[in-house]
């Protein structure tokens, strides 16, 4: 199995070396610390798996994108600090497979790798848990599960969407939009009911695959 380790930090690279060379079956065929050296890396060596850290310094997300789309058979595993449930959305709906953190235990960094390899996707319990609390359930994440069909959404529909993907809480809405939790919790059910979604997690999706929000927004978001 090869791997690509995409991390500008000299030691986070020096310790996922030392993590990979307990495992007989797994390669490290190249190390980029910045979007372009990923690029030139892939250019020059077959490789399946690419762990990155895409909020280290000379990287972002968009780079993920771009390679997948001129080799869509690369597997990306994200390790990087704590970040928000949205910034993990925003990830996996941009092409990442799996994600740790880079204090998970080191078995589930070698679970991520091989678990990705095999077309699982994998998240570490930490990840689980910020997801959880976000109340979105990881089976969930399909982007590819709306339809083409048009969906008739009002001017105040579509804003309380967008203050929903950003983790707004009904009570805050309401807050913003000068409307009762009353209100805010109708409009929910109706716009859920529009979509053809059960949860939060769905209106998210949405609104990213909608450009209702943009993903870049949330990337450096603080956690919560």
């Known amino acids: ?7 500008s930090n000299d030691l986070v690279r020096a310790g996922l070396r030392s993590i990979i060379a ?19 890396q892939l250019k020059s060596f077959q490789t399946e ?12 997300i968009d780079v993920i994108s771009k390679i997948q789309k001129l080799n ?4 990306f595993i994200a390790i990087t600090p704590e970040q928000n449930a949205q910034t993990l959305v925003d990830a996996l709906r941009l092409g990442v497979m799996s994600y740790v953190k880079k204090d998970c235990e080191l078995s589930e960094i070698v679970n991520a790798v091989t678990e990705t390899n095999h077309g ?11 997801i959880q609390k976000a109340e979105i359930d990881v089976n969930d994440l399909d982007f590819d599960s709306f339809s083409c069909e048009a969906v008739i959404l009002s001017q105040r529909e579509n804003e309380i969407i967008k203050l929903v993907a950003e983790g707004n809480t009904n009570g805050k809405i309401a807050e913003l939009l000068f409307l009762s939790n009353h209100t ?5 059910k109706n716009i859920m ?13 949405y609104a990213v695959k909608m450009n209702i929000v943009s993903p870049n927004k949330f990337l450096f978001a603080p956690s919560n």
Do not use: Y
């Not at 307990?22 to 690029?39: F, K, M, R, Y």
């Not at 798996?49 to 972002?60: A, E, K």
């Not at 869509?72 to 597997?75: C, Q, S, T």
């Not at 699982?120 to 910020?130: A, R």
């Open 1 to 7: 199995m090869t791997i690509v380790l995409a991390d």
């Open 22 to 40: 307990t495992q007989t079956d797994l390669s490290i065929v190249g190390e980029a610390t910045s979007n372009e050296e990923l690029i030139e």
């Open 49 to 60: 798996i690419v762990l990155i850290d895409f909020t280290s310094i000379g990287f972002n």
């Open 72 to 75: 869509p058979a690369i597997k």
């Open 120 to 130: 699982n996707k994998f998240f570490c319990g930490q990840i689980l848990e910020t």
């Open 184 to 188: 805010v919790n109708t409009h929910r």
């Open 193 to 205: 009911s529009k979509l053809g979604v059960k949860n939060t997690a769905g209106i998210v999706m």
